[in-house]
Nanobody
Framework: DVQLVESGGGSVQAGGSLILACSAS????????LGWFRQTPGNEREGVAG??????YIRDSVKGRFAISLDSAKNMVYLQMNSLKPEDTAMYYC????????????????????WGQGTQVTVS
């Protein structure tokens, strides 16, 4: 397992931006799969974005607004969120797996064995 700590959540107005950051307690992330899920009360977790060995996944509902990036030197993964909408309100979780991801239009929740504590994003 990888220890993950998220930061950057908060409350913003619709149309605003936030950057979420996730720090991974590893010396290198080569070959890892890193990403973000989100969850609202009473609903299933849904994959938002992922990055692995140069491949990326972005959920259709946030394409054009969200971007994921990885700073491999610092073992940090980021989620840049622009043009936020009220429906983006959720608890956002950083996730990691030591295996690569081969994104085929989906992020498989069961693959990820490391989860952060979550950071709340509220859009009004």
């Amino acid at each position: 397992d990888v220890q993950l700590v998220e930061s950057g959540g908060g409350s913003v107005q619709a149309g605003g931006s936030l950057i979420l950051a996730c720090s991974a307690s590893v010396y290198e992330t080569s070959g890892f799969c890193l990403g973000w899920f989100r969850q609202t009360p009473g609903n299933e977790r849904e994959g938002v974005a992922g990055i692995s060995s140069g491949r990326e996944y972005i959920r259709d509902s946030v394409k054009g607004r969200f971007a994921i990036s990885l700073d491999s030197a610092k073992n940090m993964v980021y989620l840049q969120m622009n043009s936020l909408k009220p429906e983006d309100t959720a608890m956002y979780y950083c996730v990691a797996d030591r295996r690569q991801c081969y994104f085929g239009g989906i992020m498989v929740e069961a693959q990820f064995n490391s989860w952060g504590q979550g950071t709340q994003v509220t859009v009004s």
